[in-house]
């Protein structure tokens, strides 16, 4: 009996490694880390220079440059327009102005009193959730902030509607649902 248990513990337990995975060993000579070490790190074979970019070369040191003009508005402009800036670009209006997408983030500057900035229904114009704009007014100016359909709250109230901001009034207008903004601000009422 003992000659039998010593013929079955020398059997070796089935193997989970599929065939496909022995397959990738087939023409292993040693260590695969051996292997691998000795590949080093490789040649590129060609470096092709894209739009804006010049130079490349098909083998030996390359050498490749970034125009100026691709380097220059990204990353030398220092406007309130420009990526990473910290600033609000204006948009100074004589005239009444409808808000679109494209004032998100930046300043209305009123110059004329009695005008009106409106913002539009989200059916209309669907502004992101989370976007937000400045109202700016002059000496003297006094102006009107309406909404068509949505809601427009004034901060720390439940007064909705139409907000009136006062001279040298300074407010700002968040959308914080789909069809709900509310506006905080000084001279804003």
């Known amino acids: 009996m003992t000659k039998a248990r010593d013929i079955a513990s020398a059997i070796p337990a089935p193997s989970t490694v599929s065939s496909t995975e022995l397959g990738y060993l087939d023409g292993v000579t040693s260590a695969i880390q051996t292997q691998i070490n000795a590949k080093g790190d490789g040649d590129i074979t060609g470096v092709t220079a894209g739009t804006g970019i010049s130079g490349g070369g098909a083998s030996g040191d390359v050498t490749i440059s970034v125009a100026a003009a691709v380097v220059a508005p990204a990353l030398v402009a220092n406007t309130a327009d420009s990526y990473g800036y910290i600033g609000t670009p204006q948009v100074s209006t004589a005239v009444d102005i409808a808000i679109v997408a494209s004032h998100m983030g930046k300043q209305i500057y ?46 720390n109230s439940a007064t909705t509607g139409t907000r009136t901001l006062a001279a040298y009034g300074v407010a700002v207008f968040t959308k914080v649902t789909a069809t709900k903004w509310i506006a905080s601000g000084n001279g804003l009422t």
């Open 110 to 155: 009123f110059t004329v009193t009695g005008k009106v900035a409106t913002i539009p229904a989200n059916g209309t114009i669907a502004i992101g959730i989370g976007a937000s704009f400045t109202v700016v007014n002059d000496t003297g100016v006094t102006s009107t902030i309406g909404i068509t359909t949505d809601t427009l709250i004034l901060a």
